[in-house]
C-alpha cells in the first residue's frame, strides 16, 4: 500500500507577540527525561490515540492545532537551558495516508517509533492524521514536557477549537516539585535497589513491543487489580508497582499539561487480593506518599551528559541482571468521554494511550477508562517473543477484571420502578443536559440582551431593569480590573441582601474573581477574619457596613461609589470585560463554614459547579419570566446562591430583603404580592406556621439547610396550599448548595420522621458506603459521599482538611465525605439519618461544635468546654447548648456576660442559647468527653400540638380601637406572652428575668415581638418597637422590654 505524507501548519504563533513569552523551569522530573531520552533506542514520547469513524479535514486540524497551542502553550515549548519557553511555533500536523495500523499490536505505523524533533528547536509536540477507517488522530509529547493527563487536557483542547468552542486554556507554570512546597512534602522515597524481576519473564532483550487490549464494563478499583494480576506468578521477592499519581488533586484550581504526577511504589506479593492492593493504595494516597522526594533531584543537579551516562550504567546492570528498581508501572489516565474528542463528522469511538518504553522498568501499563469499556496498553523490552508475554499478560489481567464471563450471565436488572416527581423534572429536554462552558454570566448577559428593560430587581420603591443590573455590575468590574484584580482572585463583597450586593456580586465575576460573601450581621471580628483568612487584597462594602472590614487590611471601595449610576463602558472597557470573563474552572466564589478546630474554612466553587446547579434548580423553582425569587437566605449562607442566580439567568427578577428576617419582614414577605418564589430553612418554615402564615400565592416553595421533619413538611403544605410546588434540597456547602431533591407531597414521611432529601440532580452520583467503604444494602445506613461536578475544589489553603474529606472511592472517583448518615428507600430516594461525628445544624447553619468551645475557652474565667445541639420540646428546633467548668476561684458566673462575649467573635448561630455550668464535664471510659451523657436543659417543657390561636398576618394589623380595651397592664401582658413562648410559669417572672437565659433563641425572640407587635397600634409602632429594642438584643430582660412598649404606647 502507498503512503503518503504532508505536514499540514495551522498559522504562525502568538507566543511571543503583544504578551509575555510563556516560560516554566524543567523540573527535576523532567530533567531525568531529557536524560533518558539521550540513551539509545529509547522513545521517550507519550501518544493517546483517538479512533472514531468520519472524516477530519487536514486542514481545519491544522488551524485547530494551532488555536488551541495559544491556550495550551505547553504544546510548543522548547528548551533554553534549564529552562522551557513558548517558541510560539505550533505543533506539526503529519497526515499519513494509507496508513496499515494493526490496532492490537500497534505495528505497521512507522509514525509511532519516530522521535520527535524539539530537539532541533521545534516543538516537543506533534499530531499524527492516519487517514481509512477508522480514522486516526494520534497526539504525541515528548514526556519531558507532558504527562498522560497533560496529553489528554490538550487533544481535548484542539477538538474544542475544531467544534469552535471557546478556549478553556492550560497555562499554568507550575511544576511537580514546586506543587511539594506549596503544599509540604511528606518524606523522601527509599532508595530502590535492582533486585525486583519482571512479571514476563524470559530473556533480556532490546526488542521494545505494544499490545492493546479492550475490556467492556466499569471496573472499580481499577489500578489495583491490574497490579494484583501483574504480581501473579513474579518469582521471588514481591513485585514492585509503580503507580503515578496525579498531582493535580492536590491543586483543583491548576489547569496545567506539565509533568504534574509522582509515583508510590507498592511491593504485591504473588497471590495477594486486589481488595488489599486497593485497600494500601487507599492507605498510601490518604497518607500523601507521592508528595515525596526522590533520586530525580540529585539527577538534576547533573548536566544532561553526565545524568545520561549515569541512566545508561544503570540499564546496562538492568539487562545484564535481569533485575529493576521496579517490576511494572501501572498508570491509570482516569476517565475520558468520547464526546469530548469529537468534531464535526468525525465521531470518537475509543481512546487509548501508548505509554513509553521506561529504560529501568520492564513493562508500562496504560489504563483510560471509557463509559463503556477500559483500554489497556502494554509497553514492554525483551527478547523475539516479548509480545506473546505481553498477550498472556494481558489475557491474566483481562480475567482479572472479569472479561470471560459468559456474556449470557449478566447480573440481574434492577427492579423496574415508576420515575418520581423529582426524576420526572430532573428529566433532560430532546437536546440533553445544558453545557457547562456558558458560565452564569454568559447566559445573564445572554438574558440583558434578549430582554433589556424586563425588571430584574424588585423592591419596596425599587426597579431596576437588566439593562441597569448589567451598567452597574460592569461599572464594578471595570473597577476592580482598574485596581489590577487577577483571575480567580478572592474579592469580599460585604453588604446586606440588596439591589446594591446583587451589582457588587455580579460585577466581581464580570471581573473573572471569585466573590466571597460577607455577612454584615457578623461582628466585625469575624468579618476581619474571613477576609483576612481568604487574603482579599480588596472589599467591596456598602457604606453601612464599611467600618467592619477595616481591620483587615483590604481595601474598601464603597459599592455606592463603584456601583454608581453605571456608565456604559466605552469600547475598550468592553473588550477588557469580555477578556476577564470566566471559564468553567475558574474560580466562582468562596463561603466560609464553621471549622472543628476553632477556624473557619473556606469552600471554594468553581464556576462549572455554579453553572449546573442553576440549571437543575430551574424547574423547581419555576424560574420563567413572571419568577419574582424572594432574595431571604443570608448571604454568608450558601442556599442565597440560587436565590441571587437562579432566576436571572432565566428571565425572573430577584426580590432582595433587606434586614433582620423578623416576623415584621415575614408578615411583608408572606401577606405582600411582590415576590411568588421562596427559599427558608425548617427552623423558619416552623416560625411561619407558629405565626399563623398563609400564603397561597407562592408558586415555588424551597426547603433546604436542615433536616426537614414529617410533621414540619405537613404544616408548610398546609401554610402554602396544594398549588404551591414544594420541593426538600439537601447538600453540604463543599457539593454546591445541593446536591440532592425532592418534591414534597401529601403524606410523603408518613409512618417516618423526616421528608426524604430526593435522588442525585443533574451530573452527580451519590455512594452510601459502610464503615469498611463497601456500599450498603437498600434500607440500611450509611455515610453519604457525593461525586460529580458540583464538588467543591477543596478549602481554601488549608490542603491537610481538603486531602481528609475529598477522598478516592475505590473506582477514582473523587468525592466528598459528607458525615451525614442516609439510607436509600425502595422508592430510590434518600433518607436523612443522622451524623456520625458531633456536627450540628442550627438554623440552617452548619456549626462545628469544636469551633464554639475553642472560642469558649478562650475565655479567662472558663477552664473546659463542651457543646451540643439539643432539641427544645416546645419549639422541636434544634438548639445549641454549652456545658462548661468555671475557673477555679473565679468570680460568680455570668451566662449572659459569656454569651455577650461570644457575640463580639462568633456568629449568632454560633452563640449558643443556654449555657449551663457544672463542676466536671461527663466523660468516656477512654477519657473522652461524654457528648450523650450532657443532659437537655430543655426537658420539662411541653410540646406544642396545634398551631397556636394567632390571626392570619394576611389580614394586617389589629382592629381599630383595640387598643381602648381593657388593659390588665403592660407588665401582666408581656410576661404573659413570655410564659407562653417560654413555656415557664409568668408568676417566676420579675423584670431582671432575661429572655435568654430562660431558653429563648432568635426565632423565639421573633415569636415573642410578634406576639407583642399584635398590643401596639399599627406596624409602623411595630417597626419602631424592634429599632428601640435593637441594641438590648443581648440583654433582653423583661423590665427593658416593658420599658420599650409602655414608651411605644404613649407615644400613640
Known amino acids: 500500500m502507498s503512503r503518503q505524507h504532508a505536514a499540514v501548519s495551522g498559522g504562525a504563533g502568538t507566543g511571543s507577540l503583544g504578551r509575555a513569552v510563556f516560560r516554566r523551569p524543567v523540573s527535576p522530573t523532567e530533567w531525568s527525561y531529557l536524560a533518558a531520552a539521550r540513551l539509545g533506542g529509547e522513545l521517550l514520547v507519550l501518544q493517546l490515540v483517538v479512533e472514531g469513524t468520519g472524516p477530519i479535514d487536514a486542514l481545519a486540524l491544522g488551524r485547530a492545532v494551532a488555536e488551541a497551542s495559544a491556550s495550551c502553550p505547553g504544546s510548543r515549548l522548547v528548551r533554553r537551558g534549564r529552562m522551557w519557553a513558548d517558541s510560539g511555533t505550533p505543533p506539526r500536523v503529519v497526515v499519513a495516508e494509507g496508513t496499515p495500523l494493526d490496532r492490537t499490536a500497534l505495528t505497521g505505523a512507522p509514525e509511532l517509533v519516530a522521535p520527535l524533533a524539539h530537539a532541533e528547536g521545534r516543538p516537543a509536540c506533534e499530531v499524527l492524521l492516519l487517514t481509512g477507517e477508522p480514522g486516526t488522530v494520534v497526539f504525541r509529547a515528548s514526556h519531558a514536557v507532558m504527562d498522560l493527563k497533560g496529553v489528554s487536557v490538550w487533544a481535548a483542547e484542539v477538538f474544542r477549537a475544531l467544534r469552535g468552542e471557546p478556549p478553556r486554556g492550560a497555562a499554568d507554570p507550575l511544576t511537580d516539585h514546586a506543587l511539594l512546597d506549596a503544599v509540604g512534602r511528606t518524606g523522601q522515597r527509599p532508595r530502590l535497589g535492582l533486585d525486583r524481576r519482571s512479571p514476563l519473564g524470559g530473556r533480556p532483550g532490546s526488542g521494545a513491543v505494544w499490545r492493546r487490549r479492550t475490556v467492556p464494563g466499569r471496573h472499580p478499583a481499577l489500578a489495583a487489580k491490574v497490579a494484583a494480576a501483574v504480581a501473579e506468578g513474579v518469582p521471588g521477592p514481591a513485585a514492585r508497582i509503580m503507580v503515578p499519581v496525579d498531582l493535580r488533586r492536590h491543586a483543583p484550581g491548576v489547569s496545567s499539561t506539565a509533568n504534574l504526577a509522582l509515583p508510590v511504589f507498592l511491593d504485591v506479593p504473588s497471590g495477594q487480593s486486589a481488595n488489599a492492593v486497593q485497600r494500601r493504595l487507599l492507605g498510601a494516597l490518604a497518607s500523601r506518599r507521592e508528595l515525596a522526594g526522590g533520586a530525580e533531584s540529585a539527577l538534576a543537579r547533573l548536566p544532561l551528559p553526565a545524568a545520561a551516562a549515569l541512566l545508561g550504567a544503570s540499564r546496562a546492570a538492568t539487562r545484564a541482571r535481569h533485575r529493576y528498581p521496579a517490576s511494572a508501572i501501572v498508570s491509570n489516565a482516569g476517565r475520558l ?124 420603591g425599587l426597579r431596576w431593569s437588566y439593562a441597569e443590573l448589567d451598567r452597574r455590575s460592569d461599572a464594578v468590574a471595570a473597577a476592580l480590573l482598574a485596581r489590577g484584580v487577577r483571575r480567580g482572585e478572592v474579592v469580599g463583597v460585604l453588604a446586606d441582601r440588596s439591589a446594591l450586593g446583587l451589582a457588587g456580586v455580579w460585577g466581581v465575576l464580570k471581573a473573572g474573581a471569585a466573590f466571597l460573601p460577607v455577612d454584615v450581621r457578623n461582628p466585625a471580628r469575624r468579618v476581619e477574619e474571613l477576609l483576612c483568612d481568604a487574603e482579599a487584597r480588596i472589599c467591596l462594602a456598602e457604606r453601612a457596613w464599611c467600618d467592619r472590614a477595616q481591620g483587615s487590611g483590604c481595601t474598601t471601595l464603597l459599592l455606592e461609589h463603584v456601583a454608581g449610576d453605571g456608565a456604559t463602558a466605552d469600547e475598550r472597557g468592553r473588550a477588557a470585560l469580555a477578556a476577564a470573563a470566566p471559564g468553567p474552572d475558574d474560580l466562582a466564589y468562596v463561603i466560609y463554614t464553621s471549622g472543628s478546630t476553632g477556624r473557619p474554612k473556606g469552600v471554594q466553587i468553581e464556576h462549572r459547579s455554579l453553572t449546573n446547579v442553576v440549571g437543575w434548580i430551574a424547574p423547581f423553582m419555576r424560574c420563567d419570566e413572571e419568577t419574582r425569587a424572594a432574595y431571604s437566605f443570608s448571604p454568608g449562607f450558601d442556599l442565597s446562591v440560587m436565590q441571587i442566580f437562579a432566576p436571572l439567568v432565566h428571565g425572573g427578577a430577584v426580590v432582595p430583603v433587606p434586614g433582620e428576617l423578623d416576623h415584621v419582614k415575614l408578615r411583608e414577605l408572606f401577606s405582600g404580592r411582590l415576590a411568588n418564589t421562596l427559599g427558608m430553612t425548617p427552623t423558619h418554615l416552623d416560625l411561619a406556621w407558629r405565626l399563623g402564615v398563609r400564603a397561597t400565592h407562592i408558586r415555588a416553595l424551597q426547603s433546604g439547610g436542615e433536616n426537614l421533619t414529617t410533621a414540619t413538611s405537613d404544616r408548610a403544605r398546609a401554610s402554602f396550599g396544594p398549588d404551591c410546588l414544594f420541593v426538600n434540597v439537601y447538600g453540604p456547602t463543599e457539593a454546591t448548595v445541593a446536591c440532592t431533591v425532592a418534591v414534597v407531597g401529601d403524606g410523603d414521611g408518613t409512618g417516618r420522621p423526616s421528608a426524604p432529601i430526593g435522588v442525585p440532580v443533574h451530573r452527580t452520583s451519590l455512594a452510601v458506603l459502610d464503615e469498611r467503604g463497601q456500599e450498603v444494602p437498600d434500607g440500611e445506613p450509611g455515610e453519604l459521599h457525593v461525586t460529580g461536578v458540583q464538588l467543591a475544589r477543596g478549602y481554601l489553603g488549608r490542603p491537610d482538611l481538603t486531602a481528609e474529606r475529598f477522598v478516592y472511592l475505590p473506582d477514582g472517583r473523587r468525592a466528598y465525605r459528607t458525615g451525614d448518615l442516609v439510607l436509600r428507600l425502595p422508592d430510590g430516594q434518600l433518607e436523612y439519618a443522622g451524623r456520625i461525628d458531633s456536627q450540628v445544624k442550627i438554623r440552617g447553619h452548619r456549626v462545628e461544635p469544636g469551633e464554639v468551645e475553642a472560642a469558649l475557652t478562650a475565655l479567662p474565667d472558663i477552664a473546659q468546654a463542651a457543646v451540643v445541639a439539643r432539641r427544645r420540646n416546645d419549639t422541636g428546633a434544634q438548639a445549641l447548648c454549652a456545658f462548661v467548668v468555671p475557673v477555679r476561684g473565679s468570680a460568680v458566673f455570668d451566662e449572659a456576660a459569656v454569651r455577650a462575649d461570644l457575640g463580639r467573635s462568633l456568629p449568632s448561630h454560633l452563640v449558643p442559647t443556654v449555657v449551663c455550668t457544672v463542676t466536671r464535664l461527663p466523660e468516656t471510659t477512654s477519657g473522652k468527653t461524654d457528648r450523650g451523657a450532657l443532659p437537655n436543659p430543655f426537658d420539662g417543657a411541653p410540646a406544642p400540638t396545634e398551631a397556636p390561636d394567632v390571626p392570619d398576618p394576611a389580614t394586617g394589623p389589629r382592629p381599630e380601637g383595640a387598643a381602648d380595651e381593657p388593659d390588665p397592664g403592660v407588665a401582666a401582658v408581656t410576661a404573659g406572652i413570655w410564659a407562653r413562648v417560654l413555656r415557664c410559669d409568668a408568676a417566676d417572672l420579675d423584670a431582671s428575668s432575661d429572655f435568654h437565659a430562660l431558653g429563648g433563641d432568635s426565632l423565639l425572640v421573633l415569636e415573642m415581638l410578634a406576639a407583642l407587635g399584635r398590643e401596639l397600634p399599627g406596624r409602623d409602632a411595630e417597626q419602631r418597637f424592634l429599632t428601640r429594642l435593637g441594641p438590648l438584643s443581648d440583654t433582653l430582660t423583661l423590665g427593658r422590654v416593658v420599658e420599650a412598649v409602655e414608651a411605644l404606647r404613649s407615644e400613640s
Open 337 to 460: 468521554t468520547p464526546a469530548d474528542f469529537q468534531a464535526g463528522g468525525f465521531t470518537a469511538r475509543t481512546v487509548y494511550a501508548l505509554p513509553v518504553h521506561a529504560p529501568l522498568v520492564p513493562v508500562s501499563i496504560a489504563l483510560l477508562e471509557l463509559p463503556e469499556h477500559i483500554e489497556l496498553v502494554v509497553s514492554a523490552r525483551g527478547a523475539a517473543d516479548v509480545g506473546e508475554r505481553c498477550e498472556a499478560l494481558l489475557d491474566r489481567i483481562g480475567s482479572a477484571l472479569g472479561a470471560d464471563a459468559p456474556a449470557s450471565c449478566p447480573p440481574p436488572p434492577a427492579a423496574p420502578r415508576e420515575p418520581g416527581a423529582a426524576e420526572l423534572l430532573l428529566a433532560p429536554g430532546p437536546g440533553g443536559l445544558p453545557s457547562l462552558d456558558d458560565s452564569v454570566v454568559q447566559q445573564f448577559r445572554a438574558q440583558v440582551a434578549r430582554r433589556p428593560d424586563a425588571p430584574a430587581v424588585l423592591g419596596d
